[in-house]
Structure formats: C-alpha cells, structure tokens
C-alpha cells in the first residue's frame, strides 16, 4: 500500500514512539488520526508541525471499557491502523485482579476493538493494521508476566485477524521491540544493565521500528508477521543481575 492520501489511526501517538511513528507516516503523504490519553497538548503541537493537511486528534482512556469503540466511531473507516498505545510497568504474574484488568483492558482489549472495528464485515477497501507489542513476548523478563501476556495476547489475535481476513485485503502484522527508551516515570533507569541482554548491544532506535512499519505497509504480500526489532534480544536469556 503506498501511504499518500491514505488515513492512518494511530494510538498513544502524541509523545515518545508514537510520535517518532506520526513523523514517518505523515512524511509519506498520510492523513493522521491522531490518538492521544494524556498528551493532548503535545500532540496538538506535533500536528501543526507535520506536512501535510487534514490531521486530526483524538482523546480517549483506554482503561474505559468501551473508548476505544468510541475512538473508532469518530475516526471513521481508516486505512492503517497502528495500535501503539500501552501501559507498562513491573507487573508480577500475581498483580491483583483490578490491576491485571486495568492492563489487559488497554494492552489487549482496546486495541482488539479497534481491530474489531477496522474489519467489519460492511468493509471492502484493502487496510493494513500494525500492533505494536514487545520481544518479552518471547522470552518474559522477571516480574513483567501480566505485562508480557497482555502484549502475547495481542500478538496471538495478531495472527489470528491475519489468517481470517486475509482473503478481504486486509493485513495484520505485529512488530516486537526491543529497549528504545525508559518506560515513563522510570526515565532514571540505566539502560545499560538492559542492554547487556541485547546481543547487539545498541539501544533499538525508534526509527528503526518506524522503518519497520513503513516496509509492513508498503509489502501486500506480508501478512501474519510478528517482526522483532530487538537487537536479537529474544534470543537471549534476560541478564539483569
Ligand atoms: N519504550 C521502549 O523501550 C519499548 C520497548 C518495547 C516495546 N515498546 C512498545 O512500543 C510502544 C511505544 O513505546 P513507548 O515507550 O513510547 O510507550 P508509552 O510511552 O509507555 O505508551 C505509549 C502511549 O500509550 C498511551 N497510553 C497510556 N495509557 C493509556 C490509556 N489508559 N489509554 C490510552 N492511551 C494510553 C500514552 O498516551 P499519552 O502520551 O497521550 O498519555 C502513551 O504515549 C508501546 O506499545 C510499548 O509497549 C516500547
């Protein structure tokens, strides 16, 4: 799919990756839909600074059952769909039930509406849709299970919108990260220690995952795909101590 006119949804887009990924997209030529929680402010900045014409911005808490259903609403039928929104934060297996909810609710169950939403059966233009999860998909790192297995979930629904909505055009794909930046609010951690289980040793730069989704796009043929950008981190046993 060439990008130029086409209508792009992106979540959690306003600041950090997201707003790295809203850079590449709209210097293809996209019109952006722009989602945002609590960077309303930055991302109004970051669309007057983008090319282009018709961009738009969205609010919505995903931890509200029924947002993203919203979100989906207001944009309108999309071409490209990239769910990058998420939470993170150390979340052992045992987090209480609330907690563990509040997780899955924006890690899996938002961006499976808005999935959800972009396939229905009325559709009949081909789309791409771009679900970006995290290499702990492939290997766990200690006291981050309820966040991993909210992030395979949305990589194994990946797979499976990809297989059932093949033959309609319509693509899914996932792409698995490796360490880009701190997590917000733990901005003081060494990246360093995190980088002695990535065997490139080099941090995953965020226009490498932005390239990522610019190929996904543009290759018809790929579909089903979940891509680590890692650094070859998931071939590695996490080394934190
Ligand atoms: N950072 C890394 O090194 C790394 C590593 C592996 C994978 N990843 C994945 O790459 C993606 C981008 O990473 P990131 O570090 O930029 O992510 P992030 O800052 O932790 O979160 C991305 C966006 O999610 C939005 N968000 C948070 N809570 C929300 C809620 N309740 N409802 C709706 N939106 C909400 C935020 O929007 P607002 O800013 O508008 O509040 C935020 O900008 C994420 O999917 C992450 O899991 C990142």
Redesign the pocket.
Known sequence: MKLNGKKVLI????????AVIARHIAEQGAVLML??????A??EKLLEELPGTGHRIF??????PG?AEKLAAGCGEVDVLI??????ARTPADLPEAESR?YF???FW?PLALMRAFAVPERSSEGVVIN?????ILRPAAENGIYAVS?KALADATLAFALEHACRGLRFNAV?????????GLEHSTMSKVLKSVPTGKR?A?ED?AATLLYIIANDSLTGAVIPV?GGQHLKNYEYL
């Open positions: 979540t959690g887009g306003a600041r950090r990756i997201g989602h945002c929680h609590n960077g309303i930055e991302g609010q919505a808490d995903f931890s509200i947002a769910n990058n929104a998420s939470i993170y509040r609710e924006v890690n938002s970006i999860v995290d290499q702990e992030r698995a990260p490796g360490p880009m930046i701190p997590p917000p995953i965020p995952l890692d």
